[in-house]
């Protein structure tokens, strides 16, 4: 079933290797009545996007659904879609052909499409994938038992409405498929940015930040459920911003950061994404304060070109983004950094990208994730700027980057050979049973053997003695 589907390949994996989540499941699978009806759900995209479905499984739950990961057995499938580019949204209409064939066999059983392409293509949808039953965006999860009774009725159950409050603030997210080690936890919602490329103030609409209180106590719980490590998620934390305007208290995402820390010293701390022009120094010195929060910082330059950077509506250019990375460097000075990278923007020449290269080499990311542009329709790029860069050069370019890329990884990771670090086991490692895997600070997998006494969820020293331009190996010590 998976595949001709690497993404989907992965989770399956993660899956498998998860014993707390093939618990949950079989929890599950136990409590469910022989007619209990069963609901199974993929997602694509972002980690927001995983982090949703956890917030419509546990809306599901309460309508009385079991989650179930054989898609046969499901009397609703759902798919949690992503518009970020053209491919994306490909990939999911090759699920919903599948999805079809299930349908046929399984009279009854209701498709719906969640997410952002549900909300960019709204109605259309309905018409272009007559097998749909339910196109619900990200902001109208509450109305899925609704929306499911309309369809069981036989009409289409649409909602893609997009809401200035709605945080999911109170829903405890059901943890699908978790390592029981580490979480997310989503923190705001929506975009207000409007960079020229992106789909995502579209489909996920205005930003907003939730309550900083209900985020704390969602990190307490995870701690005393065992997890240690909390991802906070939004399109762009650094401009959290929470008031409560009944008793005007207040929270920047500084402040989060700090009050999430307290939590508990052995909660590891990450968030993602920033963005440069709102990432401040209180930000960094708070970073530099506390050891459990990690000096780990997703900085997505998207372009080295000051130029291209106007284009994109990026709100700063080379020099600003630069100083950035320095003034991080000097505050953290372990800190990796990492990046997002769009290749053969409109109208970028040769020496326009030799500027994103020099950048890669500049701020030496420990990693990035790199594309070629992907016009989207109704983007202020597709609306102002012709789509000019032929696909052969965009692929040529991005090779450049992604060997460039590769090779700065490769030193970064070579650097810290005899080095030792605090890790966080979060399982057997992919290759061998005999191996645990585990992240550092800086967000780097390590590989190392597995020693008496230690689990999942511990933390333990180890020393590096190998590295390759993804992981690095080591062992344990003191
Ligand atoms: N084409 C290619 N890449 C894109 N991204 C966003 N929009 C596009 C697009 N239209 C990339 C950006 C962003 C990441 C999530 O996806 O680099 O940071
Ligand atoms: Fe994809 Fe962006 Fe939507 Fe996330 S927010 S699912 S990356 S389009």
């Not at 967000?443 to 590096?464: A, H, Q, R, S, W």
Request: glycine share 6%; proline share 3%; hydrophobic share 35%.
């Amino acid at each position: 079933m998976y595949d001709n589907n690497p993404t989907l390949a992965g989770i399956q994996k993660k899956v498998d290797e998860s014993r707390q989540g093939e618990a949950f499941y079989q929890e599950q699978a136990r409590g469910a009545k022989a007619d209990g009806r069963h609901f199974y759900i993929e997602s694509y995209g972002c980690q927001m996007n995983f982090s949703d479905s956890e917030i419509v499984a546990s809306i599901l739950a309460e309508a009385g659904y079991q989650p179930t990961r054989i898609l046969e057995e499901a009397d609703l499938i759902l798919i949690n879609t992503c518009s970020i580019r053209e491919k994306a949204e490909e990939t999911v209409r090759k699920r919903l052909r599948i999805f079809d064939k299930v349908k046929r066999q399984r009279p009854g059983t209701l498709v719906g499409v969640l997410g952002c392409m549900a909300e960019r293509l709204k109605a259309q949808f309905l018409e272009e994938e007559k097998l749909v039953d339910l196109v619900v965006g990200p902001d109208a999860y509450r109305d899925l038992p609704n929306l499911i009774g309309t369809a069981e009725d036989g009409d289409k159950g649409i909602n893609v409405f997009l809401s200035r409050e709605e945080t999911y603030a109170d829903i405890s997210p059901l943890r699908l498929d978790s390592n029981g080690v580490t979480g997310f936890i989503s923190i705001m919602r929506g975009c207000d940015n409007m960079c020229s490329f992106c789909v995502v103030p579209f489909t996920r609409g205005r930003e907003r930040s939730r309550n900083a209180f209900s985020i704390v106590a969602e990190a307490t719980d995870l701690f005393s459920k065992g997890y240690r490590e909390v991802t906070l998620l939004g399109q762009n934390v650094d401009s959290y911003k929470w008031e409560n305007p009944e008793t005007g208290e207040r929270a920047t995402f500084a402040q989060l950061l700090e009050m999430v820390a307290q939590v508990n010293p052995n909660l590891r701390i990450r968030f993602s994404t920033s963005h440069p022009k709102d990432i401040t120094d209180e930000v960094l010195f708070t970073i530099a304060k506390y050891e459990n929060i990690c000096n780990y910082i997703h900085l997505p330059v998207q372009s080295g070109n000051s130029r291209i950077l106007s284009l994109m509506n990026r709100t700063y250019d080379r020099e600003w983004y630069m100083n950035k990375v320095r003034r991080i460097y000097e505050v953290i000075p372990d800190c990796a950094i990492s990046s997002d990278i769009i290749t053969g923007f409109c109208s970028e020449t040769e020496e326009e990208h030799q500027e994103t290269l020099s950048m890669i080499e500049f701020a030496r990311y420990s990693m990035s994730y790199m594309f070629f542009y992907s016009e989207r329709p109704g983007t202020l790029a597709a609306r102002k700027y012709e789509d000019d860069i032929p696909l052969k050069v965009k692929k040529r370019r991005l090779q450049e980057i992604i060997r460039l890329q590769a090779q700065i990884s490769q030193q970064h990771n070579q650097q810290d050979i005899g080095q030792t670090f605090k890790v966080l086991i979060e399982g057997d490692s992919k290759r061998s049973g005999e191996d645990f895997k585990g992240r550092n600070s800086q967000n780097k997998m390590i590989v190392f053997p597995k020693t008496e006494g230690l689990e999942p969820g511990d933390y333990c020293y180890v020393k590096i003695n190998e590295a390759t331009s993804a992981t690095l190996k080591g062992e344990v010590v003191g």
